[in-house]
């Protein structure tokens, strides 16, 4: 069995900082890609960054200069550092995780989302 869970989140005040942890466990053979999507209130879920294996990053150009995406290949781990925050940023937050699992088959997990709310 292979579990995501996510962390960090919070309620933080515009131009403010969070960081958002990731980390999946469980029979995992190995872990090909890691991304962070993000969900407001009313609006469809959005690809926010991705990190390969190689180390490889991708933002979405409304986070570019503001967020980045970090990882640790040895713990199956993922990081969102985000800066500058602003109210826009609000939504619920997911890990998303592409894998093969310890019996061989391909996987794409989803975390249970954190709640980020940037407010004054």
């Known amino acids: 069995q292979v579990q995501v869970v996510e962390s960090g989140g919070g309620l933080v005040q515009p131009g403010g900082s969070l960081r958002l942890s990731c980390a999946a466990s469980?029979?995992?053979?190995?872990?090909?890609?890691m991304h962070w999507y993000r969900q407001a209130p009313g609006k469809e879920r959005e690809l926010v960054a991705s990190?390969?294996?190689?180390?490889?990053?991708n933002y979405a150009d409304s986070v570019k200069g503001r967020f980045v995406i970090s990882g640790d290949n040895a713990k199956n781990t993922m990081y969102l550092q985000m800066d500058s925050l602003k109210s826009e940023d609000t939504a619920v937050y997911f890990c998303?995780?592409?894998?093969?699992?310890?019996?061989?088959?391909?996987?794409?997990?989803w975390g249970q989302g954190t709640q980020v709310l940037v407010s004054s």
């Open positions: 990190i390969r294996s190689d180390g490889g990053t």
């Open positions: 998303n995780v592409d894998l093969i699992t310890g019996w061989g088959s391909n996987e794409s997990m």
């Open positions: 469980g029979s995992i053979f190995h872990v090909s890609g």
